[in-house]
């Protein structure tokens, strides 16, 4: 690219991003999107709860959202890697793997994250496609299945307690020995959710729709969805690098203005909020471009 100097650097060009640059395009910001092109959604066939774009593809979503921001004559896309973000006298500066080095007044970052699969078989080819992560983003295609949900302790209680609510042939896989109180196992036998201590061993699923739990001592429990919450990480190391505080969630801390504690950068989406949707993060990441334009404008006045 020939142009080296924006107002604006976006560092991750999915939902969030796209949906913050063309706040700023319309704003007639000159703006970078910055993006490695590894949404965390890529394997899932359709995405939910966002209306006009129910039970679309997420890919197709994303590539119409990038053709209509791409009609902003100042928003400018740069497909790579960021891998180092410093502060400068006049804003910041951002190089990319190949060499690169853009400046920028301000940066937003909407890299979300990167989850820790954990290491069951199948666990990765189902991930997004029969394991989910949310019932209101895709609760309703698997309404009154045969469910599990893979959790323990008392995440397992309010998980199992929430997914109760799409379907009631529902087990509890703990994967291991339960960690839950007496009373809480009462409850949920009371509500005829079975509960399983064997740890898991892997998943009979056909590319990516799972038919059966095997558990290490060869039982199984046959089931259409899953629901998990693996732990995970933040996918940019760039806002920790640049001293952007991170709560005990592993999310970057904002204030209801997308704001981080370091002046001039930003963040949306994904790495920010525990509602991992599309809906979410493009309403985050709109917004966010509309307070770093009109940061821009007060400092400019």
């Given amino acids: 690219m020939e142009q ?50 129910d039970g679309e593809k997420p890919a197709v979503i994303s590539a119409k959202a990038k053709l209509q921001v791409d009609l902003y004559k100042t928003v400018h896309f740069y497909k790579g890697l960021a891998v180092k973000a410093f502060r400068k006298e006049n804003g910041f500066e951002v190089s990319t793997e190949s060499g690169e080095i853009f400046s920028g007044r301000k940066i937003l970052f909407a890299t979300g994250v990167k989850d820790l699969l954990p290491e069951i078989n199948g666990f990765a080819d189902c991930w997004g496609i029969s394991v989910l992560h ?4 895709h609760g309703y295609e698997v309404k009154n299945e045969k469910t599990a949900v893979i959790a323990n302790g008392e995440m397992a209680f309010d998980f199992a307690k929430l997914i109760s609510n799409w379907t009631k042939d529902l087990r509890l896989c703990t994967n291991g020995k339960s960690t839950l109180t007496l009373e809480q196992t009462e409850i949920l036998k009371k509500h005829s959710v079975q509960i399983f201590e064997e740890e898991i061993d892997s998943f009979d699923h056909k590319e990516g729709y799972v038919e059966n739990i095997i ?38 801390k904002v204030d209801f203005m997308q704001k981080t504690n370091i002046t001039g950068v930003y963040a949306s989406g994904d790495c920010t909020t525990q509602m991992r949707s599309v809906v979410i993060a493009v309403s985050t990441g709109s917004f966010a471009g509309t307070v770093i334009n009109k940061d821009l404008i007060d400092e400019d006045f």
Avoid: W
């Fill in 4 to 53: 080296k100097s924006f107002d604006v650097i976006i560092i991750g060009g999915s939902y969030s991003g796209l949906s913050a640059a063309m706040s700023l395009g319309r704003s007639l910001r000159q703006v970078l999107v910055i993006d490695s092109g590894l949404p965390c959604n890529r394997q899932t066939p359709h995405s939910h709860n966002f209306i006009t774009q």
């Fill in 134 to 137: 949310c019932p209101y983003c």
């Fill in 215 to 252: 558990f290490k001592n060869q039982e199984k429990a046959a089931v259409k969805a899953i629901y998990a919450r693996p732990p995970f990480e933040q996918h940019c190391p760039l806002p920790a690098d640049l001293g952007c505080d991170i709560n005990e969630q592993g999310l970057l």
